[in-house]
């Protein structure tokens, strides 16, 4: 069976990124036969060679401990996020208590459509709260990279956070 153009250039990626640079046969067998693969691994080997030979020039000390100082060293518990801690998890108990409370006690089993039901929900809840945790996590990513990481690198002090008022 012949691979598809598809299947090839993720084994050609894998071969790049592996430390022997092996090439299965049956992905030498697709390159001899297709041109475009062939010429997507050249401009892979002329980009990888290109930044092999790129010199290597390592940041000073005092830009890698303001990165540092910046990013890492500043774990620190803003009076904002322990309001908002603490309110997630009162809201949590509130609402754990209310469903117990509110729950029947007894040897009653949920029906199949209860369940299918129940299961369809939460999987939609998990997805919001999926795309709410990585849009936050992006945010705070690029928060972090355009006000301490990028200035740093730069040489430059980094911009003090301002607080809100209210």
Do not use: F, N
Not at 43 to 65: M, Q
Not at 108 to 117: C, F, L, M, S
Not at 139 to 153: I, R
Request: proline share 8%.
């Amino acid at each position: 069976m012949s691979l598809t153009c598809e299947s090839a250039r993720e084994r050609i990626h894998a071969a790049l990124d592996a430390p022997d640079d092996d090439r299965p046969g049956d992905v030498s067998a697709h390159l001899a036969s297709c041109a475009a693969c062939r010429e997507l691994l050249d401009d892979l080997e002329t980009v990888g060679g290109a930044l092999r030979a790129l010199p290597r020039v390592p940041l000073p000390p005092a830009t890698l401990d303001a990165v540092w100082r910046e990013t890492v060293g500043r774990r620190r518990w803003s009076p904002g996020l322990v309001r908002a801690a603490a309110a997630a998890v009162i809201v949590t108990a509130l609402c754990t208590t209310t469903i117990w409370l509110v729950t029947p006690r007894g040897p009653q089993q949920p029906t199949a459509a209860e369940i299918a039901r129940a299961s369809a929900e939460a999987k939609m809840v998990l997805g919001y709260t999926a795309r709410a945790l990585a849009a936050a996590r992006t945010a705070a990513a690029d928060t972090v990279l355009a006000s301490k990481v990028s200035p740093a690198v730069r040489g430059e002090p980094a911009a003090r956070p301002t607080r809100r008022t209210r």
